[in-house]
C-alpha cells in the first residue's frame, strides 16, 4: 500500500468557459486547500469574458492551457488530464469551473483508508447544490447498459448511503473525481469527441472495468450551476443544439458496451417508439417543427455510427457551424 496523503503529487484540473467569476471562487477554494495542491490547472475553452485577464491578475502562479475554441467540457478535461498526465503527477482532481471544495475536501479524500487500496482506481466526495442539499446525480449506479437507451444511464446513489463513511459506486461526474495515475495509464484519456455530456459516464464505465470507485461521504464540494433538462418540445429553440450530444453520446455508449444483442434491439425499438411519440407532440405544439423533429434521430444515428461531427446540430438548426 502507498502512502497517497505525503507522497502523491496531486494536480487538480478545472475546465473554464465564461463564468469567470464562478471560477474566482473555485481557484481560491483549491488554493486555500489544508491538504496543499502540487499544482492547479486551468483549461481555458476560448473564453471571451475575461478569464484570461482574471487569472494572470489575481492567481498569477495557477498554470492555463488556453485553448483555440471552445472545445466542450469533454475536449477541456482530456487536455487537461493529458497535460497533468505528462507532467507526471500521481492523481487527478477533477471539477468544472463552478465547482467549490470544502477546505479539507482533498485532505480527507487522501486520508481515507480505502485510497491506499491498489483496486481502488478513483475517489470521490459527495456534492451539495448551492443550498447544501447533497445533488444526488453526481454519484451512481450503472443500469443495466443494454436498456440505457430507454433508461437513465445510472440511477443516483440512495440518499441513506451518505449516512455511510465509505461506499462502492460505478459512477461520478466530473464534479471533484480524484483519479490515479495508474487508472489513466491504463484506460487513457476522457474521450473530447464527446464535447459535452455523458463523458464522465463514458469515464466511468472505463475506470469501472478496472478497478473500484469510492464514494467518501465526509468529503464534500459544492456545485453551482446544475444543468436543467425540458424535452425536446419545449427547450428554447436557441438552445436546443446542446441537446443533441446528451443522446448522441448515450447511443455510442450504449452501442460499444451491450451485453445482449437481443436486448440492446428490444431496448433500441422501444426508444424509438418513444421518439415517435414525442415527435407527434412537437408536431402538434411547437415551432420549427421540422428541425425539431429530426434532430434526435440526427443524434440517435450518429451516435450508433460513431459519428463524431460535433457541427451537425449547430448546422442542422441554424444553418451554421
Not at 486555500?32 to 482574471?54: C, F, P, W, Y
Not at 487522501?110 to 456534492?127: M, P, Q, R, W
Amino acid at each position: 500500500m502507498r502512502d497517497y496523503y505525503t507522497s502523491s503529487k496531486v494536480c487538480a484540473v478545472v475546465v473554464a468557459y465564461n463564468r469567470k467569476d464562478l471560477l474566482r471562487v473555485c481557484l481560491r477554494a483549491l488554493e486555500n486547500q489544508t491538504r496543499k495542491l502540487d499544482n492547479i490547472l486551468v483549461v481555458d475553452n476560448a473564453s471571451n469574458d475575461g478569464t484570461q485577464e482574471m487569472i494572470t491578475s489575481e492567481f498569477p502562479v495557477i498554470e492555463v492551457i488556453r485553448l483555440s475554441h471552445n472545445t466542450g467540457g469533454a475536449g477541456g478535461f482530456a487536455a487537461g488530464v493529458r497535460k497533468a498526465f505528462d507532467d507526471g503527477y500521481d492523481m487527478f482532481w477533477l471539477m468544472d469551473d463552478d465547482a467549490e471544495p470544502y477546505p479539507d475536501a482533498l485532505e480527507i479524500l487522501l486520508s481515507n483508508e480505502d485510497t491506499f487500496h491498489e483496486d481502488v482506481v478513483c475517489i470521490a466526495g459527495k456534492v451539495l447544490d448551492r443550498d447544501d442539499n447533497i445533488a444526488l446525480a453526481h454519484r451512481g449506479h450503472f443500469n443495466d447498459v443494454d436498456t440505457i437507451v430507454v433508461k437513465q444511464i445510472q440511477k443516483a446513489v440512495p440518499r441513506i448511503w451518505y449516512e455511510r463513511d465509505t461506499n462502492e459506486i460505478d459512477a461520478v461526474s466530473f464534479v471533484g473525481p480524484l483519479i490515479k495515475r495508474d487508472a489513466v495509464r491504463k484506460i487513457g484519456f476522457p474521450m473530447h469527441e464527446f464535447f459535452i455530456h455523458q463523458d464522465d459516464m463514458e469515464y466511468s464505465v472505463r475506470l469501472r472495468k478496472i478497478g473500484k470507485i469510492k464514494l467518501i461521504s465526509k468529503s464534500s464540494i459544492k456545485h453551482y450551476e446544475a444543468s436543467t433538462q425540458s424535452d425536446d418540445k419545449t427547450s428554447d429553440y436557441n438552445k436546443l443544439w446542446i441537446r443533441y450530444y446528451a443522446k448522441r453520446n448515450i447511443y455510442f455508449i450504449a452501442n460499444r458496451e451491450f451485453k445482449s444483442y437481443f436486448k440492446f434491439i428490444c431496448s433500441l425499438l422501444k426508444a424509438l417508439k418513444n421518439e415517435i411519440r414525442l415527435s407527434i407532440s412537437v408536431i402538434l405544439h411547437s415551432d420549427n417543427k421540422v428541425k425539431r423533429v429530426v434532430l434526435p434521430y440526427l443524434a440517435i444515428y450518429n451516435g450508433l455510427r460513431k459519428n463524431f461531427d460535433n457541427t451537425v446540430p449547430r448546422r442542422w438548426l441554424y444553418g451554421k457551424k
